[in-house]
């Protein structure tokens, strides 16, 4: 019997559906490969008896000849920045540690309606500010992927969703939420040679994920194939009317629309991303993109989007300002860390609680948020950053005038040793150079596989379509995944 | 360096985080990188540019203006918003006494 664990979403709807094996033994196989696997320090909490439950209620149903859901029987990694309730939600911070939410996240909820089931809390970058899933307060996350040199350096997953793309490709998931502000569903999907799509802003609910910056904050799927995400996307979007800005639009079945033909469209390469000293395997990779999206019938077309060098100072300036007003709730009264010294009064316990439950980067990150945002400098910074994102979404509309999709690397580099970028903040960021665009523009957005580097770690291209149309991006992608033939595996070590 | 180590404390003080002198120290170098890095956003002319306010164009809703219009985010949930709290007396979160 085929090992289970392989499998990805739609072959084990499809299995489960037609009984060829019970969800339960989907998820039992699933549990295993979980707690399996510390040594990859992918999830922070793990909930077998969820995955367990939730297996059993579809196998009830089943039973009794009722509908499964579009997830039915898929067991999932949800990543702790999404409230679940009932189950510790940390935002992988020592500040949220022990929180216990009493409502579940929007998003989760609409997974556990179509049928899914948890496998547990994912480990991430704390409060998803990192590039590497070096900043959680639990620990590390550590890629399945390995440099073939055979020091076995354990290697970044990517970031912010670091435990959700170890997961899903170390086959402890089969799929994974993630969350994008700046890149953290692309990149990591990137360094793990998995697909993971960012869409619209809006398509789904932020209500009950933690809030980094409110503006950027995108959930989305994370899964082996762009098939996978498109099921799981549509299960997870749809209007909120407790997200203000929630879209009110249908969901379209992405799933049954998808077509890897793309005769008549016209995909866009931006001139500005080609930059000096760009990784020639990762150029190399981009023109073999080309081919390949060139192969399924689209025309490659020159563009210009040249505010892209401006698009990650401004995010840099953006995000922070957002995220030190966000973050203004940790105060030790509500919910979370209290650190109250003998004698102490209000004032010092807020600046005790948070000095002692926030990292160095989410630390860094408040500071110069509060900076950027204080008396005298609020116009030179933010206003001239949100004036420079409005230049970077004009630039993406004049660009649709000449062509449907954009095709970009997702990433400059390959994945790196943990430890490696530590000591060069800007060079950490600099990850997100070719993402952070989209996202300034709210536009949908995926990385797929596309192949190895010389040193066999994977490598992903990302697409970027114009607003709403997640179903041309992962056309595209579909596209690529069908003439990459991505098939390679992290060889198990742990 | 654009921020020195009495401009970080300032800023410390206004978030609200406690830090102690070694953290200063090493703090305002990095703070200094990343805004001496960000200042090239000045190069952009912004000068008929309105600034973004909202990513995609959505309208603002009101809800109903009814009692607990989602049980959600409604009322009569005192005890699930005590929940977490760190310390909760009689039905309110308790803090350090703030008035002498």
């Known amino acids: 019997m085929t090992d289970l664990t392989t499998l990805g979403i739609k072959a084990i709807r499809d299995g489960v559906k037609a009984g060829d094996f019970t969800a339960r033994e989907v998820a039992e196989g699933f549990n295993a490969n979980v707690a399996a696997a510390e040594a990859l320090n992918a999830f922070i909490v793990a909930t077998p008896d969820h995955a367990l439950s939730a297996a059993d209620a579809i196998d009830a149903k089943r039973a009794k000849g009722e509908e499964l859901g579009a997830m039915g029987g898929v067991p999932i990694g949800m990543k702790d920045l999404f409230a679940t309730k009932g189950v510790q ?53 550590t890629s399945p992927w390995r440099r073939p040199d055979g020091a076995n350096t354990p290697m970044s997953p990517g970031g912010s969703s670091g435990g959700s793309s170890t997961a899903v490709s170390a086959r402890l998931a089969p799929a994974a939420t993630g969350t994008d502000t700046g890149g953290s569903i692309r990149q990591p999907a990137a360094f793990t040679g998995i697909t993971g799509v960012k869409p619209t802003y809006g398509r789904c609910s932020r209500w009950g994920v933690v809030a980094f910056a409110s503006s950027l904050d995108q959930a989305g799927p994370m899964a082996q194939d762009v098939t996978d995400c498109a099921i799981m996307l549509g299960a997870m979007a749809g209007f909120d009317p407790k997200d203000t800005t929630s879209l009110d639009m249908p969901v379209p079945d992405w799933e049954g629309a ?47 989007l040249p505010h892209t060098k401006y698009a990650l100072p401004a995010y840099y300036i953006i995000a922070p300002a957002e995220a030190s007003s966000n973050l203004a709730r940790y105060d030790g009264v509500r919910y979370g860390l209290r650190d109250l010294p003998d004698g102490a009064g209000l004032q010092d316990m807020y600046a005790e609680t948070r000095a002692a439950g926030f990292g160095d980067e989410v630390k860094r990150r408040i500071l110069i948020g509060t900076y950027v945002l204080s008396a005298g400098f609020y116009d030179a910074y933010y206003n001239q950053a949100q004036k420079v994102r409005a230049l970077v979404a004009q630039d993406f509309e004049k660009a649709w005038a000449q062509c449907d999709i954009i095709l970009a690397p997702t990433t400059p580099s390959a994945s790196f040793g943990l430890g490696e970028k530590d000591d060069d903040p800007i ?14 523009a709210g536009l949908p957005a995926m990385s797929v596989p596309c192949g190895v580097n010389s040193e066999g770690l994977p490598l992903g291209l990302q697409l970027v379509g114009k607003a709403f149309d997640e179903q041309g991006v992962m056309n595209a992608g579909l596209a690529i995944e069908n003439r990459a033939g991505f098939t390679q595996r992290a060889e198990k070590w742990w | 360096m654009s921020i020195d180590r009495a401009t970080v404390a300032k800023i410390a003080s206004l978030s609200r985080i406690k830090m102690s002198d070694e953290e200063l120290d090493t703090m305002a170098p990095e703070l200094s990188q990343i805004l001496d890095w960000v200042e090239q956003l000045g190069e952009v002319d912004t000068s008929n540019v309105e600034p973004m306010t909202a990513v995609i ?44």
């Not at chain 1, 081919?291 to 210009?304: K, N, Q, T, Y």
């Not at chain 1, 060079?427 to 300034?440: E, I, K, Q, R, T």
């Not at chain 2, 309208?59 to 109903?64: A, E, F, M, Q, T």
């Not at chain 2, 005890?79 to 007396?89: I, K, T």
């Open chain 1, 89 to 141: 939600t940390t935002a992988a911070s020592h500040i949220l540690e022990g929180f216990t939410p009493e409502y579940e996240s929007t998003v989760s909820q609409n997974l556990w309606d179509a049928g899914a089931g948890m496998l547990g809390k994912l480990n991430l970058d704390q409060f998803a500010m990192g590039s590497s899933n070096e900043t959680s307060y639990f620990g590390n996350v």
């Open chain 1, 258 to 304: 998808l077509s890897d033909g793309l005769s008549g469209k016209k995909v866009g390469i931006p001139r500005e991303y080609r930059m000096d000293g760009m990784d020639a395997e990762i150029e190399a990779s981009w023109d073999r993109g080309k081919e390949m999206l060139r192969d399924a019938g689209a025309e490659i077309v020159d563009i210009s």
């Open chain 1, 427 to 440: 060079g950490m960021y600099l990850n997100d150079v070719f993402a952070v665009p989209a996202s300034l």
């Open chain 2, 57 to 100: 164009p959505n309208k603002l809703r009101l809800r109903d203006d009814v009692v607990d219009a989602d049980p959600k985010t409604g009322g009569d949930r005192r005890d699930d918003v005590l929940a977490n709290a760190p310390a909760a007396e009689h039905g309110f979160f308790a803090v350090p006494k703030v008035i002498e």
